[in-house]
């Protein structure tokens, strides 16, 4: 059975940084692509951004472009987001996800493994 733990969330004031941990066990770690989505209150779930597991090509959704950085070590079988110039906006619970093959995506219902999901609240 595939797990996926989510750590690093917080609180933070405007302009600060965060660095999630996703731990995944349980399976082929290096055969997912992992992504990492965010959901507000009252929000529906959003993607932030994904890596492959092969050539570690990541990809971001425009609002955290430049800001978001994730990366992966396969050797560990965690993926990180590192998280700059944070903003009120930002505020929400994050989760991580993983993706069997190599193709990434952005669309939620296309990730099989998901975290519980960790608190981020951004102060302003």
């Known amino acids: 059975q595939v797990q996926l733990v989510e750590s690093g969330g917080g609180l933070v004031q405007a302009g600060g940084s965060l660095r999630l941990s996703c731990a995944v066990s349980g399976g082929t770690f290096n055969t997912y692509v992992m992504g990492w989505f965010r959901q507000a209150p009252g929000k529906e779930r959003e993607f932030v951004g994904c890596i492959q597991w092969s050539d570690f090509n990541t990809y971001y959704a425009n609002s955290v472009k430049g800001r978001f950085t994730i990366s992966r070590d396969n050797a560990k079988n965690t993926v990180y987001l590192q998280m700059n110039s944070l903003k009120a906006e930002d505020t929400a619970v994050y989760y991580c996800?993983?993706?069997?093959?190599?193709?990434?995506?952005?669309?939620?219902?296309?990730?099989?493994?998901w975290g519980q999901g960790t608190q981020v609240t951004v102060s302003s």
């Open positions: 996800a993983a993706r069997r093959g190599n193709y990434y995506s952005t669309v939620s219902g296309e990730y099989e493994y």
